[in-house]
């Protein structure tokens, strides 16, 4: 277990490292988007931007084989790419509850993505990977959760 905490703390080294990276800010692509998740961990997802911030909040409802949970995460969004203002990257963490083998469960998770949004469609698309960490019930971590998520944005 104590290989599983050092390279859970490295990866949450390594992310929080890259929100130092300088990056061109503008205002967000749109205010809201909901949508699906397909991957390891499958279900629906919801995405809000905050007024003029490139910070989101992400809330999912997603099975895998663990069981069902409902996750928060908070998302720090950068424009990597300077002649493209709808790819993001994006970083963060937070917090998931629900099943992890037939037991409740609480554990935080991390995130790291890249998102396209669509210009004549109000379509998104992302590709991420979200390794958990559950801590209560059974301390075990889960580092293979990839997934694509298709959005539809409700505003601009």
């Known amino acids: 277990m104590k290989g599983t ?41 919801y995405k809000g931007f905050r007024l003029h911030r490139m910070s989101a909040f992400e809330v999912d409802f997603l099975y895998n084989k663990h069981g069902l949970n409902l996750g928060a995460l908070y998302e720090y969004h950068l424009e990597p790419f300077k002649k ?32 396209y949004t669509l210009r004549d469609l109000p379509l998104n698309f992302s590709f991420d990977w979200k390794p958990m960490l559950n801590i209560y019930a059974v301390l075990e971590p889960d580092w293979l959760d990839f997934g694509l998520s298709i959005r539809y944005r409700f505003s601009r």
Not at 89 to 106: C, H, K, P, T, V
């Open 84 to 115: 493209s203002t709808r790819t993001f990257i994006y970083l963060g963490g937070g917090a998931f509850g629900g099943q992890w083998d037939e037991e409740f469960s609480l554990g935080v998770a991390a995130v790291a993505g890249i998102e």
């Open 5 to 45: 905490k050092k390279t859970f703390m490295l990866v949450m080294a390594m992310m929080l490292s890259l929100f130092t990276l300088q990056a061109k800010l503008q205002a967000q692509p749109y205010m809201h988007s909901a949508g699906i998740r397909a991957g390891y961990s499958s279900g629906i997802s």
